[in-house]
DNA sequence: TTGTACGCGTTATCAT
DNA sequence: ATGATAACGCGTACAA
């Protein structure tokens, strides 16, 4: 007797939920063969195919990720883990990935760690729980093998690091080449006293960033100076306390690379609070193009971060990760954005 | 024989996937009870529970979510419809909601809409699918009508728009009086022709502003001058548009109230671009207090909305309507934030 | 109060 | 190539 499921179907109130099994009998075929149609597990005869596939079109059949999940199954759903679900860098990368995901059918699972290794592990025992497929992880502070081990038991791709693990990819952008493209264009406007306001070092990208202003200077021939060198913390408030810590040294400047845009806001808010113009008096150059640098005022140059871009490879190298590919997707390299926050050295 | 399940566990590469039935065997007690001690669905005698509660904490045995949903009971997870994930407005009520809702060991699974209804109900279809245990949206451009049908089967809680519905809870933001806050401050500053950038149409919350704009406007005696009521779109490019549009006019004006930062921010491009000074020439209210406006150049006054809290409240009322209580949360009032951007009318 | 047995919708492992 | 059957881990009538 198979009518036990169909019988469920006409029962009042049922909804509209259609099930693999109500398919399968609907054509006349067991539930395994759906299945092995629907995953392509297997060869079926193409008219068996073709009954079913109608079949499904017509019901409006929907597997159900949760049964899927339980049976052992992909659950098609992959877990993201952010740091700040509302980070105005980290949103945009969030973006891309969802698209990316749900164009093939994927759904995200976003969970923040707050840049908290301890938090993250806890992120990644509620991802498993759910039983995530894969998992990308957006920069974070989890140690390599953390990750490494992770990628063990599922495809990780994790960003902001270059990492080499089996079942992991790792997607890095080139922040030390930015960061020289950042300071290069300040001392190519004829800029010679320029300051550098650093991110966290914990962050490996700050740590890069900062490299890559050292290296612009050594290029230049320009001598490095620590006094210049002002530590901030990837917000706002920290730029401007930077650029205020600079003003009171009395170290004459007149250019400033900040290590992320929301630096740059702050530093420019100390400058204009201190009567000190951009670009006039002072030029200023951020990182990562930000969705308000281009409406700051003056507009903001910086170093694009293919934010978006990165969701959307990320996204796919999982795919590839999953289909049992080798991912090769690559970033693209940092371009300057100049926009008016900088000048040519005045006469000043 | 139940020794079933144990073998399992042993089983090499088993890892540390720990059931409820191991719990139960491991405390020599059935699965049901074991069950029922964690749903607290009925009584069990003191002696069990505490052995039970024992076991859980030794095994660290952890309730999978899959199967949960599938055996019918809860997924302890809430959908959540937001429009873009990365908006910068959006964005702080996602973290409230991702916060209050972790704290009571439920977790968000966010969707964007993308301001589009057919999307929006595609994104129902995947929480549905999902098995969620709840729904939150914030605004949208779903009907009521279809709101209200949700929550016949489902409990809802929606943002933005005042709706009365069984099994669904609405959270709405004053922002008429956040309008006329706005345009009262710039009215006490002097100011007598003020323009209005509105948000789109299709926003419920701009056209409450746009009223609350013209309310204050009548409350002081002004008349209301069509030629200084400029649309935008709710972003930067819209607002510079406006002013652009609002100075080729000529129509003279001394202060502008934009219905939200992100096209106050470009208003103030526009401004600076031509030479106006804000507030020395031109004053400037926005809308929404975004992280931004603190640091923006000069900092722009604001209504604060309390985006945050509105995802702690609407993560909370979603408990309540879960646990079959009847949500009372509230948002607090408009509170207008006094920044740089506005100032008295001066002598020009 | 507690245990048994079944079902949730799907996949995987055997048979055939 | 296809079908029957047994899991997957839990909730829940129903029985005891």
Known sequence: MKSRRTARKSSPGAGQKVTLGMVATACGVSPSTVSRILNGTAVVSPEKRAAVDRAIAELGFIPNPIARGLAGGRTLSIGVI???????????????????????????????????????????????????????V??????????ASLARSLPVVVTGRRLEAPGLYSLDFNNFEGARLATRHLIEQGHRRIAHIAGPTLHPDAVDRLAGYRAALKDAGLRYEPGLLLQGAYHEASGLQAVEQLLTSGKPFTGIFAANDQMAFGAALALHRHGLRVPDDVSLVGFDDLQGAAHSIPPLS????????????????????????????????PRLIARGSTGPLGPG
Chains 1, 2 share one sequence.
């Open 302 to 333: 910086t170093i694009h971060h293919p934010a978006y871009e990165m969701g959307l490879l990320a996204a796919g190298a999982l795919m590839e990760l999953l289909a049992g590919r080798k991912p090769s997707a690559e970033l693209p390299e």
């Open 138 to 147: 957006l920069t974070g502070r989890l140690s390599d093998e953390a990750l």
């Open 82 to 136: 952010t740091q700040v679900i509302d980070s105005p860098f980290y949103g945009v990368a969030l973006r891309g990935i969802e698209e990316e995901l749900i164009k093939v059918g994927y759904s995200p699972l976003f969970v923040s760690g707050h840049w908290n290794a301890a938090e993250e592990a806890r992120c990644i025992d509620v991802l498993r729980s759910r039983h995530v497929d894969g998992i990308i």
